[in-house]
Each structure stands twice: as C-alpha cells, then as structure tokens.
C-alpha cells in the first residue's frame, strides 16, 4: 500500500523546509510505503526557491487558487499515481507528523474511509482565538445538523482518505476553507467518517492567512 503527504503552502518559505524535514525524519518507520507533495499555491514569496534549493517533491501552481484548490490538486495527484491512501499537512508546521500513524489506522482497519485529526479529543493543544473556537463550534453545530453526527474539529486540516475518498475530493471540493463542507460530503455520500486525537501546535513562523475577518467569515 502507498501513502501520499499532501502539503499545501502558501507563502510558507520560513517553515516549509522544517516541515518536509521533520515529516521525514519522523516517518522513518512508517507502516507503508511513504512519499509526500509540497503543492506550491502560486506564492509570492521565495517558497519556490527553497523548495528548489532541498530537493523536495512539489509541484507549483501558475495562480493562487487558495487551500481548497491546492489540496485537491494534491487528491488528482494522488489518484492518478495509484496511492492508496491521502493525508493532508500544513506546510506551517502545525502538525505533528508523529500522529500519522493514528491517523490512517482507522482507515487501515477498515473502520473509516476519512479522518480528521482533532485537537478537542484529550490530547493537550496550544489554544486557537477565542473567535476560531467560536467559529468551531457553531460549525461542529451546524453540521451535525446537516449529518446527524457530532464533530469536535470541523477546521482541522489534518485528514486522511482512502480511495474512495480521494476520488470523492477528485469530483468535489469546495475552493476555499473548505474543511467542514468536506465532511458533510463525505456523510452525505455515504462514506464513513471517524476523528482521531492529535497535538497541534502555533504555527512556526509567519502569520495564517485567516485573520479575523476571515475567521468571521
């Protein structure tokens, strides 16, 4: 089986290498055969140039198409070389790659065909603004609406997918913020979903994208 790292990364020159980096070193035994996409979303900055400079599996996009866009140019990829299996990373560092494991065993087990990492489920996390953790909870309300199933972290975007998903995410993907539309998707395709406790930590360096308006938005 084959496993793919999507890691979409906009403007993240500062944390890109430390990313790939710790993927791999943490990864070393990894239960499957592993490899890993940087998708470079259009950025401004020397992101291209640092990810030429060590080598490093991506592939940049000619426009800025937003984090929707550049993961599922990750799920085409994915599809069409045959991975089994997709995850998605922050090119920020925010998540932790020692978590991989737990993240796909659902899917290995046949108990889940999606998860989400979620920083709610025990496991100790820095704190997001109280306006983020506002936003996550109305959203976690307004999809168990829609699903009839209860979620802790509908923003989180560390997932994994099988096959089935990765072709569900090849067909559909919202352009932008896209992580809790996915989930009512998922449900309302009929795929199973499951949440898996993980650590997160701030970002390493730079500043996120979604700043206040974009949080209320």
Known sequence: MKCLVIIPAYNEAEN???TVDELLAKTRSFP????????NDGSSDNTEAVLREHGFHFITLPVNLGIGGAVQSGYLYAQKNNFDIAVQMDGDGQHMPEYLPDLIQPILEGKAACTIGSRFLGLESFRTSFMRRLGIRFLNFVIRCCTGKKF????????????QGIDLFVRHYA????????IVRVCRNGLSI???????????????????????Y
């Open 16 to 18: 890109i290498a430390a």
């Open 152 to 163: 802790t972290d509908a923003t989180s975007g560390f997932r994994a997918a099988n096959r």
């Open 175 to 182: 352009k932008d913020f896209p992580e809790p539309e996915s």
């Open 32 to 39: 499957m055969e592993l490899d890993y996409l940087v998708v």
């Open 194 to 216: 499951q949440e898996v406790p993980v650590k997160m930590r701030e970002r390493a360096a730079g500043n996120s994208s979604i700043r206040f308006f974009q949080s209320v």
